[in-house]
């Protein structure tokens, strides 16, 4: 069986009238004389605007008044996974909006999308209070809403007074509303860290030693392959193939220090296109260690167990999920509070102001704003104290 090809639609002559035409979707759109200048810019025309509404006609006035929200969702969905997609795998953008379209659809599937205003906005919005959602969550899924509305009156899916209608919306204020407030991202104590070390698996236990002497992010150390890495100069500079601000055309230079260098170094002895921090090796290891813990002879039969298709084997690389889960456990393990990837990136951020200022901890975190660096970089409230007790 031929494999089906998307073409566009050809341009062509109606034998019977003479006039050039083009049929998209069973529709015939009549364009002019055959072969003159004026179908040709129609031909274009049409063929511009059925392209930028994603390969579809574009929605009349008529067929966008019948319009419900589910169905607009539909289309945005369709859109949304191809936008939001990095290499070929969907991003966590889009995983963020999922959440989102479910209480909309929920509540509003079967409402025609010019029907849909302000009210309805912030009936969802109560409603994700009711559900225990925290307030600067909340505030980030109406954002989303209203960017799904936006696309939709770019489209031609829902009137423009509508978007202007769901921005008059607020979002919930700090100690205005009793949505939950959630406790600011702080750095995690190194005292907590080497804790917690012991119970982590070695490839992972190096990748949070990485992570604390760098102040990369998490999923920048799950990405790293030795190409990646120059180690022609003193310090050695880490250029990561896909980044957090990529497509926004910024360039990623990570510095590696000696400790970082010492961590690394037995990583950077594999091919080059392989990933330094691999499940694989963690896999091997731990089978490794099984094995020389092993008090009876290993039998024949015994010498190799392994599936030749496992339902289940490890990955080429790790991902900020199963980062953090191995993380998570052996916390619960070592008995100290449970601590997240992205806090040792604000450990090493305030260490790095503390001791050499603002600047430098935006410059080596890649942040483009020192506001964003105030996030991550905790005040030095030893040195502030000291100050303040000369002075004050």
Not at 187 to 206: H, N
Not at 245 to 273: S, T, W
Not at 295 to 308: E, G, I, L, Y
Request: glycine share 8%; with cysteine.
């Amino acid at each position: 069986m031929p494999k089906l090809v998307e073409a566009t639609p050809k341009y062509r002559r109606h034998k019977a009238s003479g006039q050039a035409d083009v049929t998209i979707q069973g529709h015939d759109f009549y364009l002019g004389p055959w072969n003159t200048k004026a179908s040709k810019i129609e031909y274009d025309r049409i063929i511009s605007e059925w392209l930028a509404a994603g390969r579809q006609l574009p929605t009349t006035s008529s067929e966008a008044s019948d319009l419900t929200v589910v169905e607009m969702l539909a289309r945005y969905k369709k859109f949304a996974l191809q936008h939001y997609q990095k290499d070929g795998v969907s991003t966590g953008e889009w995983d963020n909006i999922a959440l989102t379209i479910g209480p909309l659809s929920q509540l509003y599937g079967r409402t025609l999308v010019r029907d849909f205003g302000p009210l309805a906005l912030k009936a969802i919005q109560q409603q994700m209070v009711e559900a225990g959602l925290s307030r600067s969550g909340i505030n980030g899924r109406v954002a989303k809403i209203k960017r799904i509305f936006r696309w939709a009156a770019s489209e031609q899916l829902a009137p423009p007074s509508l978007l202007v209608g769901l921005q008059t919306v607020m979002g919930l204020q700090k100690g205005r509303t009793s949505g939950r407030e959630t406790r600011p991202v702080m750095p995690i104590s190194d005292e907590v860290v080497e804790k917690t070390l012991p119970y982590l698996p070695e490839v992972v236990a190096d990748m949070v030693r990485f992570q604390r002497f760098t102040g990369c992010r998490p999923g920048e150390a799950c990405t790293l392959r030795p190409r990646d890495v120059d180690r022609s100069g003193e310090t050695w500079r880490y250029v990561p193939a896909s980044h957090k601000m990529e497509h926004r055309d910024r360039q990623r230079i990570i510095f590696i220090g000696p400790k970082a260098k010492a961590v690394l170094a037995p990583y950077l002895l594999r091919d080059a296109d392989t990933f330094c921090f691999s499940p694989e090796d963690t896999d091997r290891k731990r089978k490794a260690k099984l094995r020389a813990k092993r008090k009876t002879p290993v039998q024949p039969s015994q010498a190799d167990r392994s599936q030749p298709n496992p339902k289940r084997k490890p990955g080429k690389r790790y991902n900020k999920r199963s980062y953090g889960c191995a993380i998570h456990r052996a916390c619960k393990k070592a008995g100290v509070e449970c601590w997240g990837p992205n806090r040792l990136r604000h450990t090493a951020a305030s260490e790095i102001r503390s001791r050499y200022g603002l600047e430098a901890a935006q410059v080596i975190l890649g942040h483009a704003k020192a506001d964003v660096t105030q996030v991550y970089a905790e005040w030095d409230q030893a040195l502030a104290a000291e100050i303040m007790g000369k002075i004050g």
